[in-house]
């Protein structure tokens, strides 16, 4: 059910996220303004970051992360070891800003 319910509240697009790997996210751009519009979509956004801390450091599980950089979305798959208040802390210290993550999939 409450993947029905997220799926119903995040925005979708047409576009399709362009596949990267983890090593490439430090040549990308993000832009300072938040990608959700909702309180409803951040809280949730919060709620699934921190399941796939749980995932990534415990289970050593792999999510996809789904975000928007200058030239649009992209998608990578990788363990999240870590969030601070500003960020997602993957493998190699590679951040991907949170206000620049669209949705996480585990």
């Known amino acids: ?9 995040i925005p979708l697009t047409d576009t ?12 990308l751009h993000f832009p300072k303004e938040e990608v959700l519009n909702s309180s409803f979509d951040k809280n949730v956004r919060n709620k699934d970051l ?19 950089d200058i030239e649009g979305q992209k998608k990578v798959e990788t363990t999240i070891w870590g969030v601070t208040d500003k960020a997602v ?18």
């Not at 399709?16 to 040549?27: A, F, G, Q, Y």
């Not at 921190?50 to 928007?68: D, T």
Request: overall charge positive.
């Open 50 to 68: 921190e399941q796939a801390i749980v995932l990534g450091n415990v289970y050593h599980s792999k999510v996809a992360i789904l975000f928007e």
């Open 1 to 9: 059910m409450r993947a029905a319910l997220k799926m119903d509240k």
């Open 89 to 106: 802390i993957l493998k190699g210290d590679i951040m991907i800003p949170i206000h620049r993550i669209i949705r996480i999939i585990y």
């Open 16 to 27: 399709k996220p362009v596949v990267i790997t983890k090593d490439l996210i430090h040549h």
